[in-house]
């Protein structure tokens, strides 16, 4: 089928319809059991009624006014409509009760006790409630082997097949009625979700869809919210970079092209070295670049092993002319050495890039990371500008492109710490006056 709410609302429908059979066959199978237990219990009350009353009738030789007078009197003490025929079923004698039921059509299939002597005892069985002239009686089976339908249990006189039908029916309805807008409720969520999913696959990115109930189509939906999210963050920051990356290209492309032209017409030493420093400037921003996108999408794998952290800040803080600082003895840490080096590295350049003398390297142990701190004296970093310092291709107001870098460093650096489930912060120097800032690095241990 095309629409998943009528498949849902038709399996709804047919589990019900496969209950209301099956529990209308255990009722009726219940039902025919206690009709004939009920059966079995009245003849067994009618039999020891005749049974009991069998030694008082009088003889079979007895006036008929005598057994009349005897049957109308047992007929008020037992309240039972009584009959007395002899055995080639000539009417003997009636009680009062018998004639009122025959009078009114109600004396069929009587109860049959056959007496000693031949004669046969009548005892007609209760009317279930609620019978009118002309309903035919419920019948039942007598000593003499008279077969007929077994009566109902005292619970359900008064109903029938035919009632039992008409109520399951209502009852399916009801329930089939009930079980519409529950359909249309769950699929139209679904078909929200869907038109979601459709516009945001044309492009939509900011679409997302609502998140109602507290049911599966509800975590479905917010994890399509949550995946769109991280979906649109990715792209924009994509686009983002590859808008900066194109604008940070044109500065060395144009610096180069420019000493390219100069070297045509007088080479020079000094030309040569700008053209190699330009080549270096372009090789190293286009690694940055891919670099930052691999992370941001998850796409670059960490080969993490022992990394000895003491050992790294020695050399880094040697290659870089950096004092190192407090160290503990030993330090290790589960990490990508090479994009650690990378991130350590680039917390050194650029405190040499925009710092004063007076760099040092630190390593503090802490009971769960390992901080590293990179530590400078130069102008310092406004407090409202802390976190945006780590933004792809953001520089500090009045920081020229001359003075060396595009603003992807830090990025990275806190691309690198999140890899790892650590961060980078950035706050003032201790003592304040003195100027500077401290980058930290936090590592899990």
């Not at 309240?79 to 004639?99: K, Q, V």
């Not at 249990?153 to 807008?181: D, N, S």
């Amino acid at each position: 089928m095309k629409f998943l709410w009528l498949r849902i609302y038709l399996a709804l429908v047919a589990v019900l319809l496969v209950f209301a059979l099956g529990l209308a066959a255990l009722v009726h199978r219940q039902w025919n059991a206690e009709r004939e237990q009920a059966q079995r219990a009245l003849d067994d009350r009618l039999e020891a009624m005749a049974e009991l009353l069998a030694p008082s009738l009088p003889a079979p030789d007895a006036p008929p006014a005598e057994m009349q007078r005897a049957l109308h009197r047992w007929g008020q003490q037992l309240r039972a409509p009584l009959a007395l025929e002899a055995a080639d079923g000539t009417r003997l004698a009636t009680s009062a009760r018998f004639e009122r039921r025959e009078a009114v059509g109600a004396a069929e299939a009587p109860y049959v006790y056959g007496l000693s002597d031949g004669r046969r005892l009548l005892v007609l069985r209760p009317l279930r409630p609620g019978w009118r002239p002309g309903d035919a009686p419920e019948s039942g089976a007598g000593r003499d082997g008279a077969s007929g339908r077994p009566p109902l249990p005292p619970y359900l006189l008064g109903t029938g097949v035919p009632a039992l039908i008409v109520l399951g029916l209502m009852l399916f309805g009801a329930v089939a009625v009930a079980a519409w807008p529950v359909a249309r409720q769950l699929t139209r969520r679904l078909e929200t979700l869907k038109g979601g999913v459709e516009r945001f696959g044309q492009g939509h990115l900011a679409q997302r869809v609502p998140e109602e109930g507290r049911d599966e189509v509800a975590q479905l939906a917010a994890s399509f919210n949550a995946a769109a999210a991280r979906i649109e963050q990715l792209v924009l920051s994509h686009r983002s970079l590859l808008a900066n990356a194109s604008h940070e290209l044109r500065s060395p492309l144009a610096r180069l092209r420019m000493a390219l032209a100069l070297r045509d017409e007088a080479r020079s030493p000094q030309l040569d070295a700008e053209v190699q420093r330009n080549l270096q400037e372009l090789d190293g921003l286009i690694d940055e670049v891919l670099l930052a996108s691999r992370l941001e999408a998850g796409a670059q794998p960490l080969a993490q092993v022992s990394v000895d952290l003491v050992g790294l800040c020695a050399e880094l803080a040697a290659q870089h002319g950096v004092e190192l600082g407090e160290m503990p003895a030993q330090a290790f840490a589960q990490a990508d050495e090479r994009l650690l080096r990378r991130a350590l590295r680039n917390l050194l350049e650029n405190a040499l890039r925009y710092g004063r003398d007076g760099q040092r390297l630190e390593l503090h142990e802490a009971p769960l990371c390992w901080h590293l701190r990179v530590l400078d004296h130069g102008p310092g970093v406004p407090e409202a500008l802390r976190t945006r310092i780590f933004e792809p291709f953001f520089r500090l107001p009045g920081h020229a492109e001359m003075a060396g870098g595009v603003g992807l460093g830090l990025a990275l650096v806190k691309q690198i710490a999140e890899a790892h489930g650590g961060r980078v912060s950035v706050s003032s120097r201790e003592p304040q006056a003195e100027g500077g800032s401290v980058f930290e690095l936090s590592l899990p241990r």
